[in-house]
């Protein structure tokens, strides 16, 4: 076993449910690789760090990682690490989630949390479907594909999540796949150093639904879509619209600087304190605060 491989291991709850409860060749466990690789790289203590989910197949990562870790309630994922990185400002929160997590129940949180810039890092895994719950189309599943809820093809527009994310106020917004794995750990250790709110699209595949549904073929051949059809930023520059439309954009797509909710908050707080004279304190009076 090499230093890389040592590594990771100690990041594991090596007595928690393995073999993992992920189908064989799925996509989530590159990212898991992936965020480990780069909080190794960055030299993190494991307490440093805290790891958020909602419900979902993406929602069994915090079972096996050992960092401090919450498993929510589905789709209220950013909410919480709202709350705890409120409480806890020194700890680096990491919020992992699907695409149906994050942007179908959770999408009211998706958008306010990017709009208030709250300093977290969301990564969310887009396979493009629910995977765990039977095969339902999901926010990003694509125009005419099949999924359960659309035997005869999905004729809902998929939201673009980076795209989302920026509109919303996002400081950091990078896209890759899980085929380009050393990539995707880059943007995640980016996304972490950010101070602000941070979120990388790491694109996946599920083959067991999505896959067998549209007959894309294995978990390999899945991985090999995701090669053929991805290009870097500079490469889509050069292509029209129309040709971009059918391709994967991976790359920084926003990287902004600004103050982050939980620094202004500390100012209301300081701002707050300074109008209290002496030993004085704000009291509720009949007609309000006195």
Known sequence: MNNIEQNAYSYLR?????????????????????????????GLDKNEVALVSGIGCTGRMPVYLDFNTMHTTHGRALAFATGLKLAKPELKVIVIMGDGDALAIGGNH???????NIDLTAIVLNNEIY?????????????????????YGHIEPPFPICELAIA?????VARSTVYHA?????????AIRKVGFSLVEAVGYCHTTFGRLNKMGSAVEMMRHLKNVSISLSAAEKLTP??????????????????DYS???????ERAKASVTGKEFLRAGPGGLE
């Open 242 to 259: 129309e040709e971009r439309s059918s391709k994967i954009v991976r790359g920084v797509l926003r990287d902004i600087e600004k103050p």
């Open 131 to 151: 995977g765990m719950t039977g095969g339902q189309y999901s926010p990003t599943t694509p125009l005419e594909m099949r999924a359960t809820t659309a035997p």
């Open 182 to 190: 050393v990539e995707l750990d880059k943007y995640i250790e980016q």
């Open 14 to 42: 090596t007595t928690k449910k393995f073999p993992n409860i992920w189908c064989s060749g799925c996509s989530i466990g590159i990212v898991m690789g992936a965020l480990i690789r780069a909080i190794d790289r960055m």
């Open 168 to 172: 919303a106020g996002a400081t950091y």
């Open 110 to 116: 998706f958008i306010h949390a990017a709009r208030r």
């Open 263 to 269: 620094t202004l908050y500390e100012q209301v707080i």
